[in-house]
């Protein structure tokens, strides 16, 4: 103690430099007692100076090592190898709280007059420690993560990577410190701008990633995701950067089976070359696989496809994978065989999931592509083939062309039109379906029934004996001869049947000649059947009768509109009326628009009627609004003939000049068809109709061949479900999701939709549920003359809207 007094008097700075030192300080003498103790030392430990100087240095000494510290102390007195001393380290320092930090120790021994003192020096650097902890951790991370990382410095130099990237390419720390990246690995010439992007993307120096083909040491190709990352320092500038790469190589070829098997959907391939792309797509990326595709019919497989014919070895084995429809049904299989080993068994369960979602997706779009075809070719209501399945029949190649002589039957449903007028279309129709369900009843081996028309059916038979052909006939006459029972009713039909066998006659002739037959029966009150023979031509005359009838009819203003009201679905409100053309005429009687109007088209009288039917129901308007009825709108049937007159802007606008009636309160219907044969010339004229206010609205929706795409090309107003569709809804699913998707479609385009044909209440709430916001049909009211719609307009219509609630 007097050596260290004399120390502190010969130099008076030390100790209180060593008081001040940032540093703790602490100083013991020969008997391991405190002797010195600074104002670090104190916030370092937690013991006031008072309380340490005099002391044994073991109070300082962590509680698990003071049994043994003393035997250290004793052993670097002695002259033994010191642990500590002359060296700096960091050590666990136990605080008087009990607590544990870590400090960095430095240790001195000092030998003055003979006595041995330590002077030790620490600072806590449990920060440090736990910094350099983290770093450690976070390079074990790193290199023990399955993605590799590297890190550039500012010249894009490898400057350290991490074990994957040496798993993944090959390359050893040493081989690959100090180069670029994009030399390094060798990119692949395609895609073209492969190496470009690398390039642009290593400096750029912001955040980005991309994929690339590059090849590994080992000359194997491998798809990669890079990413890379700037470090900046606090003043924003560049340090390193982190480049990240993962292989997703399996993905791409995953996406490439996706992306080729979506293009051969897209495409005009059959469904055969769908699945053999599908199968070899599959077996492309499973290298040692064999794949088959099935499809059920009465859950019986048929072969769809399959990849190549070779033979895997015993230790292959395979999933079997069941395709299904969105309700869950089963209609196909996909079966992959592989060898094990080469893929993983998780990338070979994604590509199996994958192809087994396509495939299902390619089989309902067949089934899809099937029903198509089906409504193209036959009959919704009757599901008898159509008229272009019967052009198609009679068109086939056969191999006794020359010889091939056809019967053909042309049967009409006599007064069916009738039937109609007084049940209304459901009940017609499905007397209709059981008229049809008789005539099937009787047909023989070998024959084709179609329905070409409303009416209409034609009847193929090969066998051309004219003692059969006359019992056919007969057998088809006495089917219905019997009353249908419709309900509560007894519906009576006949049949007017027409037959034409000429031998090396082409089919347009067969078809007029028997259609000649069928109607001198039809005109002669039906019930009957008739061979074709050159007294038929007298036919023609007859038609020239008619239609001079036709042309009296239109000059003497013979001709009349009825009125059906258009009812508002959720209010009850009037949304409009449909003006219906009549003819009743003193010979012929009532003739069915069906009848005059095609008539009319072909005698020219076509556009004189429409133009007299346009003025009628616009003078017809100005009366009922001059009696103070409000009339929201009438629709008007115009025929494609008045769109293709360059006349029809002017007669409009004529009309609707004369009367004072607002072009907003006409609405002007055509067919699809008409929808189809739409050119510059028609599209100016329905433009300039659609400017005078004047609405359109496409008639029968759903039942001809136009496309969405031309409802965005012309401007329409309304879509017009047909009566067909309605009538069937209650019955069949497919014709409900039909009207739903109708109904959607013209809310989409913001048209309105109105619903035809609707008979009962049933129809009613379904196209309430389904949110089509017109009804018309006989559930409201049937076609009306006008001087009935005052009355009506007064005394029923407001009924509607508490019907409306119910």
């Known amino acids: 103690m007097k050596a260290i007094e004399q120390t502190q008097h010969d130099d008076g700075i030390l100790f209180p430099a060593l ?5 703790a300080v602490v100083l013991i003498d020969e008997k391991d007692q405190i002797l010195f103790f600074n104002a670090a030392a104190e916030k370092l430990w937690g013991y006031a100076k008072g309380d340490v100087l005099g002391k044994n240095v073991s109070m300082l000494v962590p509680r698990s090592l003071r049994s043994k510290h003393s035997g250290y102390i004793q052993h670097n007195r002695q002259g033994g190898e010191p642990r500590v001393v002359g060296m700096s380290r960091d050590l666990l320092l136990e605080k008087k709280d009990g607590s544990i930090i870590w400090s960095r120790f430095s240790l001195s021994k000092v030998n003055t007059q003979g006595k041995i003192y330590y002077l030790a020096l620490a600072r806590d650097v449990s920060a440090e420690v736990e910094q350099r902890e983290q770093k450690r951790l976070l390079i074990i991370a790193v290199d023990h993560i399955d993605r590799p990382v590297v890190v550039l410095d500012v010249r894009r130099r490898i400057v350290q990577f991490n074990q994957s990237f040496t798993e993944m390419f ?5 081989e690959a410190t100090g180069q670029l990246p994009d030399t390094l690995l060798r990119f692949s010439a395609q895609p073209a701008d492969n190496l470009l992007r690398m390039q642009q993307m290593l400096w750029q120096g912001r955040r980005d990633q991309g994929e ?12 990669v995701k890079a990413s890379i990352n700037p470090v900046l320092d606090a003043e924003g500038n560049l340090q390193n950067l982190v480049m990240t790469f993962s292989d997703i190589t399996e993905d791409r070829q995953i996406r490439e089976l996706e992306l080729n098997v979506l293009a051969a959907m897209c495409s005009t391939l059959t469904f055969e070359e769908v699945g053999n792309i599908i199968c070899h ?6 290298k040692d696989a064999h794949v088959s595709l099935y499809t059920l019919t009465n859950n019986v497989p048929q072969r769809w496809a399959s990849s190549s014919d070779k033979k895997l070895s015993h230790q292959s084995t395979g999933h079997l994978l069941t395709l299904r429809q969105k309700d869950g049904t089963e209609t196909g299989r996909l079966i992959i065989r592989f060898v094990p080993g080469r893929e993983t068994r998780a990338f070979i369960e994604r590509v199996a999931d994958i192809s087994q979602h396509l495939a299902a997706l390619a089989l309902e779009q067949e089934n899809s592509r ?23 029949y009679l068109d086939q190649p056969r191999a006794n062309a020359e010889h091939w002589a056809p019967v053909l039957f042309l049967i009409n449903v006599d007064h069916f039109y009738d039937v109609i007028d007084s049940h209304g279309y459901a009940e017609a129709e499905h007397a209709l379906l059981k008229v049809v369900n008789r005539i099937c009843n009787r ?13 209409k059916f034609v009847l193929v038979s090969d066998d051309n004996n004219v003692d059969s052909i006359i019992q056919q006939a007969e057998e088809l006459r006495a089917a219905v001869a019997l009353p249908v029972q419709v309900n509560d009713a007894e519906i009576a039909l006949s049949l007017s049947i027409g037959i034409s066998h000429e031998a090396g006659k082409h089919r347009d002739y067969l078809l007029s000649t028997a259609h000649y037959a069928m109607d001198y029966i039809r005109k002669t009150g039906g019930n009957g059947w008739q061979f074709f023979n050159q007294e038929m031509n007298r036919k023609a005359t007859e038609r020239q009768q008619m239609s001079a009838a036709l042309k009296r009819a239109i000059t003497d ?21 449909e003006a219906l053309l009549r003819w009743n005429d003193p010979v012929h009687g009532e003739v069915p628009p069906s009848r005059f109007i095609p008539l009319a088209e072909e005698v020219g009288e076509i556009e004189n009627i429409g133009q007299w039917v ?4 616009c003078r017809q308007l100005a009366e009922w609004n001059s009696m103070s009825l409000a009339i929201p709108t009438i629709s008007v049937n115009l025929s494609a003939l008045h769109f293709r007159s360059n006349q029809l802007p002017d007669q409009v606008s004529h009309a609707l000049e004369a009367f004072a009636i607002k072009g907003e309160q006409i609405i002007v219907e055509i067919t699809e068809s008409m929808m189809m044969e739409q050119n510059e010339e028609i599209i100016g004229r329905i433009q300039r109709l659609r400017d005078m206010g004047v609405g359109l609205s496409i008639d029968d929706f759903g039942t001809g061949f136009s496309g969405l795409w031309k409802l965005v090309t012309l401007p329409v107003t309304e879509i017009k479900i047909d009566r067909s569709f309605v009538a069937q809804s209650l019955k069949e699913e497919r014709i409900r999701f039909l009207l739903e998707s109708i109904t959607r479609i013209g809310q989409s385009f913001n048209l309105n939709v109105v619903a035809e044909g609707v008979e009962n209440k049933e129809q009613l709430q379904l196209l309430r549920k389904l949110r089509c916001p017109v009804i018309q049909g006989y559930f409201y009211s049937k076609p009306l003359p006008a001087d009935q719609i005052p009355e009506w307009y007064r005394a029923v219509l407001p009924g509607y809207a508490d019907l409306s609630g119910e």
């Open 557 to 577: 203003n013979r001709l009349r509109l009825v009125y059906q009201p258009q009812i508002l679905a959720d209010s009850g409100a009037l949304y409009g009326f």
């Open 170 to 174: 090959g390359f050893q720390l040493n």
């Open 614 to 617: 346009f003025r009628e129901a």
């Open 370 to 392: 099937q029903r198509i075809e089906h409504l193209i070719m036959f009959d919704p209501l009757t599901g008898l083939p159509n008229r272009n399945s019967l052009h198609d």
């Open 281 to 286: 797509n599959i077996e492309s990326v499973i």
């Open 19 to 23: 008081e001040q030192n940032m540093m």
């Open 443 to 455: 047909l023989r081996p070998g024959q084709f029934l179609s329905r070409t028309d409303s009416t």
């Open 212 to 223: 690339f083909l590059v090849h590994n040491r080992a000359d194997e190709q491998i798809w």
